[in-house]
């Protein structure tokens, strides 16, 4: 651990008070709604809640990716996102011609890899959900992404995410730790998985992990891993590979890049980061900051990557940057241990058995 990750740790703990005080808040929190003094309304259609515990980092945007790509075909899918840092209010359905400013960078990632599915942003999903209906009434399932810790709409189906690096049972609240929700909130979760494992993680390791997590006899546990498919160039869409010789400036704007960073130390001759808060918006001095560290760079094989976020975020430079080996790299969630036709399965049989309960 550097000098700087021991600072932070540090000042983390000092702020354990203030982690008390908001675990009794979020406590108090829960509480109502459990007693039903704060309530929870449910719709008579499929809906599909991929959420977590704690702040961001443990894939919740290419789960959602995953599920459209498993439905989108059979169903008439919506998705429901909060819209995180957008520069609008208020539900808004999304179209060809909706900027990442108005829905954030995630939904309109959505829509774009999905055009058939109406992707949707609303703050008050309460309200947003009849919406969706009004305006897509042939809608089949939604998807709420980043929802489990708002229970003012009860899902059908939730599915829980914990990164394998810091399982919820091993974190602490915020400010100290990371968590945003009880740990006890585990058991409103009908399926669970561990994202960004190993790619060659042991049978031993995976029930260690599951008698860890202590499950409800109705809960269902999966292992999941990142999987990052090649790289393409954000405005010419041509695609390279990662080589051992080149050199990679990597521009990133995500709550958790290690994973990254861990592949482009792996499979790369070296790297440098330029690494900017989660969901950041780049100005235009962004950009020139970015072509500075690149020139500086002294391979003949270099490259500058980022993230699919990121790149929708960055792609309103399209004219400065069409000159540039700027490269997007796509990440996805692959299913461990052969078990994805049985994840699979279990999500179209909730949707198909929904109505004939």
């Known amino acids: 651990m550097n000098l700087t990750n021991l600072t932070f740790q540090s000042v983390r703990l000092l702020l354990l008070p203030f982690a008390l005080l908001y675990w009794l808040a979020i406590w108090v929190r829960n509480k109502l709604f459990d007693k039903d003094i704060l309530k929870s309304s449910s719709f008579n259609m499929p809906i599909i809640c991929v959420g977590n515990l704690s702040a961001g980092g443990t894939g919740k945007s290419p789960m959602v990716e995953y599920l459209l790509r498993l439905l989108h075909k059979n169903f008439n899918v919506a998705t429901l996102s909060r819209g995180y840092k957008r520069k609008t209010k208020g539900y808004l359905l999304a179209n060809e011609n909706t900027t990442s400013l108005e829905i954030g960078d995630e939904p309109k990632l959505f829509q774009l890899k999905f055009p058939v599915v109406a992707v949707a942003v609303g703050e008050e999903r309460l309200y947003a959900v009849p919406q969706i209906l009004h305006d897509r009434p042939e809608t089949q399932v939604i998807i709420l992404d980043d929802a489990f810790q708002h229970r003012s709409i009860r899902a059908g189906l939730n599915i829980l995410l914990t990164d394998y690096g810091n399982l919820y049972t091993r974190d602490f ?150 000159d540039i080996p700027l490269f997007v790299i796509p990440i996805q969630h692959k299913i461990l241990f052969e078990e994805a036709p049985a994840f699979n399965t279990m999500i179209v049989n909730f949707i198909r058995n929904f109505n004939k309960k």
């Open 173 to 322: 609240y915020l400010p100290t730790g990371d968590l945003r929700d009880l740990k006890s909130s585990s058991k409103r979760a009908d399926i669970i998985v561990v994202t960004k494992c190993p790619a060659d993680l042991s049978a031993d390791e995976k029930t260690d992990i599951k008698n860890e997590l202590n499950l409800l006899t109705h809960q269902h546990l999966f292992f999941s891993t990142i999987e990052y498919g090649l790289p393409y160039h954000l405005i010419h869409n041509n695609e390279i590979n990662l080589a051992k010789d080149m050199e990679v400036l990597l521009v990133t704007g995500i709550a958790n890049p290690e994973p990254l960073k861990k592949l482009l130390n792996d499979i790369t001759k070296s790297y440098e980061t330029l690494t900017y808060s989660d969901h950041y918006i780049f100005s235009i001095d962004d950009l020139k900051e970015i072509k500075k560290r690149f020139e500086k760079m002294d391979s003949p094989n270099k490259i500058i990557l980022t993230t699919e976020k990121d790149a929708i975020r960055l792609v309103k430079f399209k004219e400065a940057l069409r």
